[in-house]
């Protein structure tokens, strides 16, 4: 038994040295000291021995346990410094090395403009308002003083999905939803795509963009219709633009007018920027045709209140000196990257 207990001993120690990994330690603990184990087997023996072995036997078993327990531990050890030695190694970083940038995403030159549009009629107590892009004809047209014969419809060469219902051609649908659901006082502005059947060029699309602008209250006259679109002008172009109205027609408008900045190019000269007009239109407005009010259930007699359309591409054309419409919708970065 003896010789057993010391070629435990021996073999435990050189296959514990040679183990690769923790698992293959831990096999062992199994093999040599579990309860199925081959120490474990030769203790069961104990019982055969005389008396005076016994207790000679017994406390070499022990020795050789211990001893195999810390070989055990002292190879975990040894593995455990492995392994964190391992991982510093490859873990090490260079901080020499040049970093990496993130690429940073950048907001489209219409939403840019579209977010100082908002901020500037916000600041003067307006609310945003939106509605649907695919509207009924009844919103669109009919509401808008725009009856089925009116040769108005011509000019806004509409996308129909059916008898009824089409892509709006203007935001001012958004008028009538939001009259139909608030007393006046109304104050708001609505951003938001629109559709014509255009042939696409340089200045046309059949998707752009239109803020509406709607105020509804007792008294409000064309003057408060001025002062609002030319403090708007000052706060968009800065305080020296110079900006006219110009009669023109809106069927749901009536006086109804076209506000014109003066060009900031040549100043009222003439030039390339301007067509050689001196001023470039800015939007269309007018004050509120009775018979809208009245579609919409609000007294004539007692309200009144001014609206306007602002077209946001031409807008941002301006600001930033872009020449094609098409460079909008055509997502290349090398045109995005620039804002
Ligand atoms: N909806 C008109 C257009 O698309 C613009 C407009 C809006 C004019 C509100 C007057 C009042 O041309």
């Avoid at 055990?72 to 964190?84: G, M, N, S, T, W």
């Avoid at 030039?271 to 001023?279: A, I, Q, V």
């Avoid at 602002?310 to 872009?322: A, K, S």
Wanted: hydrophobic content about 40%; proline content about 5%; some cysteine.
């Amino acid at each position: 038994m003896k010789t057993q207990l010391e070629q435990i001993r021996a073999q435990a120690a050189e296959e514990l040295h040679a183990a690769a990994d923790l698992k293959q330690v831990d096999d062992l603990r199994v093999r040599y000291l579990g309860k199925k184990g081959e120490l474990t087997a030769i203790l069961k023996q104990m019982g055969k021995l005389s008396a005076e072995e016994r207790p000679v036997m017994g406390q070499l078993a022990n020795e050789v346990r211990a001893a195999i327990e810390e070989k055990i531990a002292q190879r975990q050890q040894e593995l455990k410094a492995a392994a964190l030695e391992q991982q510093l190694i490859t873990e090490k970083i260079d901080v020499t090395m040049p970093g990496v940038k993130p690429a940073l995403g950048k907001q489209h030159p219409l939403s840019l403009v579209l977010d100082e549009l908002k901020e500037i009629f916000l600041g003067m107590g307006f609310e945003v308002a939106s509605g649907p892009e695919v509207e009924y004809d009844y919103y669109n047209f009919e509401a808008l003083n725009i009856p089925k014969d009116h040769p108005a419809r011509d000019t806004q060469d509409t996308f129909y999905i059916n008898d009824n219902i089409l892509l709006r051609t203007q935001t001012s649908p958004v008028q009538i939803r939001v009259m139909e659901n608030k007393k006046p006082p109304v104050r708001m502005i609505s951003p938001g795509r629109v559709y014509r059947s255009d042939a696409v060029d340089a200045t046309h699309s059949p998707l752009f963009h239109q803020i509406e602008g709607l105020v509804v209250d007792k008294g409000i006259t064309m003057a408060d219709l001025k002062g609002t679109l030319e403090m708007f002008a000052k706060k968009l172009y800065g305080d020296d633009i110079k900006v006219r109205f110009r009669p023109h027609h809106f069927p749901f408008t009536e006086p109804s007018a076209e506000m014109d900045a003066m060009c900031f190019a040549c100043h009222g000269e003439g030039c390339r920027l301007c067509k050689g007009e001196g001023w470039i239109e800015i939007l269309g407005a007018g004050m509120v045709h009775p018979k809208v009010l009245q579609n919409c259930g609000i007294d004539p007699e007692e309200y009144s209140g001014f609206a306007f359309g602002i077209g946001l591409e031409r807008i941002v054309m301006r600001r930033y000196n872009i020449d094609d419409l098409r460079l909008f919708y055509e997502n290349d970065l090398r045109f995005l990257n620039q804002f």
